[in-house]
Structure formats: C-alpha cells, structure tokens
C-alpha cells in the first residue's frame, strides 16, 4: 500500500523560502514520475511541478524560476524547494507519484499547508 507523508508547510513572510519533503513508503520515487501539487481554499488542486523517471522537471507558469522539485533516492524522498514566496503560492500542498502518463495517481496523503503572509 502506498503512502505518502508531506512535511515542511508552514507560515511565512512574502519573499521567504521553504522546503517541502514527501516521504513515501510502498513506492519507488526512481521509478516513477513524482509531482507536486497545491490546493488553494476555495480552488482545484493544481500541478505545481513535475519530475519524471528521466530527469526532466515541468513547473506550473506561476512558479517557475522560484520552485525547484528534486528527489533522493537513496532517502525516497521527493523535495519542493520554494523561494520567492508570494501570498496567492498559500494553499496544501501534496506530492504524488504515478509510473507515467498512462497510469493513475496514487492515494493522496494529507498534504501540508503553506501560508504566506503578504
């Protein structure tokens, strides 16, 4: 059974910087693509950022140059590192993992909140 463990949310200051970490268990990070998503209140969980099984990243257009996503696999943990921050980048954020584009998410874990102050 897979899960997934977000961690590393938390209240800043516009401008500021954190980084996300998702643990996951019952699933290879290496062998899959991994993403980050983001869920504002009131909105749809949005893509945030994506890091297939060859290395090759896509970011959402709203956060690109200030979001990085990467992995370690001897930890299988992916990172989100975020700088920058601005208010509309609060929301839960939630990583994910699936084989390709041809496979379906796994089992959403309970995300991690980000709050930026403006």
């Known amino acids: 059974q897979v899960q997934l463990v977000e961690s590393g949310g938390g209240l800043v200051q516009a401008g500021g910087s954190l980084t996300l970490s998702c643990a996951g268990s019952?699933?290879?990070?290496?062998?899959?693509?991994v993403a980050w998503f983001r869920q504002a209140p009131g909105k749809q969980r949005e893509l945030v950022a994506q890091?297939?099984?060859?290395?090759?990243?896509n970011y959402a257009d709203s956060v690109k140059g200030r979001f990085t996503i990467s992995r370690d696999n001897a930890k299988n943990t992916v990172y989100l590192q975020m700088n920058s921050l601005k208010p509309e980048d609060t929301g839960v954020y939630y990583c994910?993992?699936?084989?390709?584009?041809?496979?379906?998410?796994?089992?959403w874990g309970q995300g991690t909140q980000v709050t930026v102050s403006s």
């Open positions: 994910n993992a699936r084989r390709s584009a041809l496979f379906a998410y796994a089992a």
């Open positions: 890091l297939t099984r060859g290395g090759l990243t």
């Open positions: 019952g699933i290879i990070f290496s062998a899959n693509d």
